[in-house]
């Protein structure tokens, strides 16, 4: 799966997208500002792993958003518990998006997807 598939799950599975032609629509799960990219292409962007791949975070809908690049990186940034956050202050702010991010969970429709790593109702 390319990150503009993984974007575009994200937003499919995010209340706060909608489609407006070729773009998606909705908010930033970091700073909930507005955000729209190309549904093609996820131009506009970036893929969050809510709870990073390196520790132990998957590709599941549940673990993935769009956010703004500059969010992206500010958590990077600021909350990395090898930088200058606890572990535990890490996971307390991981915690706080991921209730966030299943406070906008949408179900995907039945279809071929459903089913697929992330892609059912939890």
């Known amino acids: 799966m390319t990150t503009a598939d993984k974007l575009d799950l ?3 599975t995010d ?3 909608e489609r407006r032609g070729g773009d998606w629509v909705g908010k930033c799960l970091i700073c909930n ?8 292409t996820g131009e506009g962007a970036t893929l969050e792993h809510i709870r990073a791949r ?9 673990n993935l958003a769009a956010v ?7 958590k990077g940034r600021r909350w990395d518990p ?9 996971e307390a702010f991981v915690e706080r998006l991921l209730v966030k991010r299943a ?20």
Request: hydrophobic share 30%; aromatic share 8%; with cysteine.
């Open 15 to 17: 209340s706060t997208f």
């Open 33 to 40: 500002g507005p955000i729209a990219f190309v549904a093609a």
């Open 103 to 122: 406070g906008r969970w949408r179900p995907l429709p039945p279809g071929p997807d459903a089913g697929v790593s992330g892609r059912s109702a939890p």
């Open 68 to 74: 703004h690049g500059r969010c992206n990186w500010e």
């Open 82 to 90: 090898k930088k200058r956050r606890s572990a535990a202050d890490y």
């Open 54 to 62: 390196s520790r132990g975070g998957g590709e599941d809908a549940r």
């Open 10 to 12: 994200a937003a499919r």
